[in-house]
């Protein structure tokens, strides 16, 4: 019902920047939070930052603060993730996901109703 398409990845240099972006189509009214998530090869997936459609209250994972930032365009129904100094820890698969029923339980994935196929982050030295 709400399909979602990243983009914005790619191969960076480690203490570079880059922004992901998220957007959303169809039943998008049925939108309470957007949040970004990743999943590196062989680690589970982690949750990275959360936003509140709508008033744009944002959650970060502790180890996300400070390089990470994320942001809406209600009126385009798009979300952004802004990367800053890039690690090489930093390289995953990211994805967004929307969550229908409030924010509450906002870094558990299995709580989140629908996922994008996610954008590759690849973090050179």
């Known amino acids: 019902q709400v399909q979602l398409v990243e983009s914005g990845g790619g191969l960076v240099q480690a203490g570079g920047s880059l922004r992901l972006s998220c957007a959303a189509s169809g039943a998008t009214f049925s939108t309470d939070a957007l949040g970004w998530f990743r999943q590196a090869p062989g680690k589970e997936r982690e949750f990275v930052a959360v936003i509140r459609w709508s008033d744009g209250l944002t959650y970060y994972a502790d180890s996300m603060k400070g390089r990470f930032a994320i942001s809406r365009d209600n009126a385009n129904y798009r979300a952004h993730l802004q990367i800053h100094s890039l690690k090489l820890e930093d390289t995953a698969l990211y994805y967004c996901?929307?969550?229908?029923?409030?924010?509450?339980?906002?870094?558990?994935?299995?709580?989140?109703?629908?996922w994008g196929q996610g954008t590759q982050v690849t973090v050179s030295s």
């Open positions: 996901a929307v969550k229908k029923s409030g924010i509450a339980g906002y870094a558990i994935g299995a709580f989140y109703d629908y």
